[in-house]
T-cell receptor, first 112, second 113 residues
Framework: GNSVTQMEGPVTLSEEAFLTINCTYT??????LFWYVQYPGEGLQLLLK?????DKGSNKGFEATYRKETTSFHLEKGSVQVSDSAVYFC???????????FGTGTSLTVIP | NAGVTQTPKFQVLKTGQSMTLQCAQD?????MYWYRQDPGMGLRLIYY???????DKGEVPNGYNVSRLNKREFSLRLESAAPSQTSVYFC????????????FGPGTRLLVL
């Protein structure tokens, strides 16, 4: 079946620290991979995505590379800011109109 | 362009009461989804509609019904609410121009007493 496993939180970092949130997946075929971010009291927003192996998604200083050999899509940022404090969700889908499968979310708090 | 809108934002129900959560999107998307979000559980799919006129069960459909009223609107109904349905409910849509990305509404916080 299809599933996503991401590292459990919460994660607390100091401002300007390096961030990695691990995500691995199980899927049949060739899924597309996503990272969504949820700020307090809001819905999920797309952060970045990658649709095929070796693609790198990037946005707002965040990056993730689709690694088919390790079935991973780890989220990284070189220097986090207080405004990055949120819950981050890794997700996959098999295609347009198909279900999304979400990880359980990783809460990030960045302290000044 | 409002994106995905949901009403109400917050609701308190007594056990056994019924209610309908409304969702609408103005992005001409084909597919729409209902999720619930519970602490430590991530998002779980309740029902989805891949296109107008079709609906399918997701991971946790028991206790819910849905209606794809037209291309824009997708409602979720709780016929007899239970405390286990206390959650935050998110509607999402996708499918414009072949894009897989899902766009989410702001959520409905439901408390069942």
């Amino acid at each position: 079946g299809n599933s996503v496993t991401q590292m459990e939180g919460p994660v607390t970092l100091s401002e300007e620290a390096f961030l990695t949130i691990n995500c691995t997946y199980t899927a049949t075929g060739y899924p597309s991979l996503f990272w969504y971010v949820q700020y307090p009291g809001e819905g999920l927003q797309l952060l970045l995505k990658a649709t095929k192996a070796d693609d790198k998604g990037s946005n707002k200083g965040f990056e993730a590379t689709y690694r088919k050999e390790t079935t991973s899509f780890h989220l990284e940022k070189g220097s986090v800011q207080v405004s990055d404090s949120a819950v981050y969700f890794c997700a996959l889908t098999r295609g347009t109109g198909n279900q999304f499968y979400f990880g359980t979310g990783t809460s990030l708090t960045v302290i000044p | 362009n409002a994106g995905v809108t949901q009403t109400p934002k917050f609701q308190v129900l007594k056990t056994g009461q019924s209610m309908t959560l409304q969702c609408a999107q103005d992005m001409n998307h084909n597919s729409m989804y209902w999720y619930r979000q519970d602490p430590g559980m991530g998002l779980r799919l309740i029902y989805y509609s891949a296109s107008e006129g079709t609906t399918d069960k997701g991971e946790v459909p028991n206790g819910y019904n849905v209606s794809r009223l037209n291309k824009r609107e997708f409602s979720l109904r709780l016929e007899s609410a239970a405390p286990s349905q206390t959650s935050v409910y998110f509607c999402a849509s996708s499918g414009r121009q072949g894009s897989e990305t899902q766009y989410f509404g702001p959520g409905t916080r439901l408390l069942v007493l």
